[in-house]
């Protein structure tokens, strides 16, 4: 095997074209528009209570409040009081009723943000309680679903656990997680003239956003403009949740015919946003003496809140990952949306993928500790090969995880990191190393194949210089960095000649979301189009002013080449010549994902196109007076294909990876059994920092081929590295063993440093 110690040079790899107005606190939010003059403000007005008949609300005292414009209700929806995008379940405002602590009911304008604010404290409310449920053990009692179970199956596990040496049995709980975008969700609205109105919003979903306003406005979708410069963070949490804010505050300036702001402050985002879906499930894992797993059921039971939203897709996808990295011959998975009394949880990076595979893990724990044997010993000898079947029947091809997984454990001698483990922990008692490996299997597209298409809006100025417009949202990750690249390649000309627009539904229409880590390559391969065609177009009106064939034509660095022969034709000079005799210097292209197919009705088809690969060895060490614990290192190989934009994807690993400890180590979200929440602050919700992490975090790129689906062969890189951040959690139940030997393995996360205490010590 090759040895992949290639260190990514930041040096080299482009810049975030981002990086400069960010570091100089100049980039453009929402909340940092330039406002016309007479523009209005508002705050929500949200359920006090978690579920209940609202038997009176006086709204007068609030509305008699100096400065305060109009208080807008449900009453005031021409259209429909409707924002669910699966399942028509979610009114944009509560009518009679409400069902999470949160939940939106009015919207109060006013001249400003707190006149609103003071005019919020002088509603009273009225509610008749009823009974709140909060876990999904307690929904599935009372029947209470947002749809029917979904099951992915292959071969027969019932008759395989009779060939079994060994089975165990377990429950596994793992926690909602806190998006926590800097940006918090906020929107602002402009009157156009004949009753358009033009929205500039922090959302993953342009469309969806225009889609909703107009439905619920009543309107035309081409009486919605939507625009979107960038996002200070969206994890998920604006691929469905960004709409709300934005249609409440399009409602107030079409009835208002003023310009209209609303942004959340973090308490009332906090509390009225859904988060990761918190999951409980149960296993059954059975083995055979030599480790293979020959059969895993699993039971997922997703809180999926008070409201459908994206919770069906997400279940899903906890399917699709349910078996992670491993081959399992006999799969029998079922999901169930548990409706409770939370807020409706919602995407987050991943999207229920670390969920179904926090499980196995859990399952593959349980067993090594059982049998007496350490995981990665099972890990290994049932990872996924060249042409195995995934339980939804697509076919593993260009397989990479026994490649990542014997690349992890060479590159960074994992049996010596292992020894090093066994050796403090024989010279120590106060203290006590864990160590993890962490395989990670990704399947990368919309599993909702009619979403998985994009489109590039491509225009050449007659200056040579370029405007790009795409469906691509940039949220931090890059993806303008990765579509001016691109195009900068196709015609070979300085990035500075080419500019990324806003996002807009006006010049590009009917957007899946910026989600399931397919933005660079939907977009991508979009541009890649629109550029190509041009650069045919350009090599035409060459070739007949160099009296040559279009194939001795080539551009290069903005000369044109004949024969490999640099010509006195510049990029600038053809791009006018063109423009003179009237060629098109615009092009708009479509892509869509070729292959992918999913049959519900059958569970089986061909859903991804392709999957994303890596293995991470985490070490950690623990306090065993205080139950605290630090990461020592954090090793990973990781499968970029040909990485495009090596320091922007290795950020995307490290912010990944932040967010997998955090979620499985320290955030942790808590609701009062009355449904209000009690992390409602940084105060009560710690979220990693740079102390959190590792002291060091190792990278290493797996040399493969690339995937020609992906753009470039440079392959998506937002959600899969978050699952490297499961090894944390089992790193750390490894080094409570080595210090309680009577310690029973338990899957609870996150492992905050109280239950950590409380293994320590527990009999
Ligand atoms: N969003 C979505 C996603 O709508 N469908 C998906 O399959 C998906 N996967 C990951 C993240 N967001
Ligand atoms: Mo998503 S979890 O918005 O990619």
Redesign the pocket.
Known sequence: MKKNKVDIDIKQSIKNIDAYTHVRGESIYVDDVNVREGTLFSVVFDSPKAHGKIKSIDYSKAEKLQGVERIFTYKDILGENQIGGILPDEPLFAENEVHFWGQPIALIVAESEFIARQARRLITIEIEELAVITTCKEAKEKDNFINAPRSFNLGNTEKAFGDCDYIFEGETFSNGQEHLYLETQGAYTEPLENGNIKITTSTQGPTQVQKTVAKVLGLAMHKIEVDVTRLGGGF?GK?DQATPWAVMAALATFHLNQSVKLILNRHDDLRMTGKRHPYESTYKIGLSKDLKILAYEAEFLQNSGAACD?SP?IA??TLFHATNSYFVKNVKTTVLSCKTNLPPNT?F???G?PQGMFVIESAIAKAANEIGVSASEIQEVNLLKENDEFSYGQTATQVEAGNSWYSAKSSFNFDSLKQDVKDFNNSTSAFKKGIALMPITFGI????TP?NHARALVHIYQDGSVGISTAAVEMGQGVNTKMLQVAAQVFSIDNSKVKIETTNTTRVANT??S???STADLNGKAVLKACNALLERLKDVASKELNTNKKQIKIKDEIVYMNNEQTNLTWTELITITMLKRIALTENAHYVTPIIQFDKTKEKGHPFAYHVYGTAIITTTVDCTRGTYSFDSIKIVHDYGKSMSKGIDLGQVEGALAQGIGWMTMEEIAYGKDGKLLSNALSTYKVPDLFSIAKTIDVVPLETEGNDMAILKSKAVG?PPLMYGIGAYFAIQNAIKAFNPNYNFKFHAPMTPEKVLMSLYEK
């Open positions: 998920g691929e994206l897709a899903e996808r995407a990076r991943g999207f993928g597209s919309f599993t909702n979403m899946s979301p989600a399931a880590s959600e």
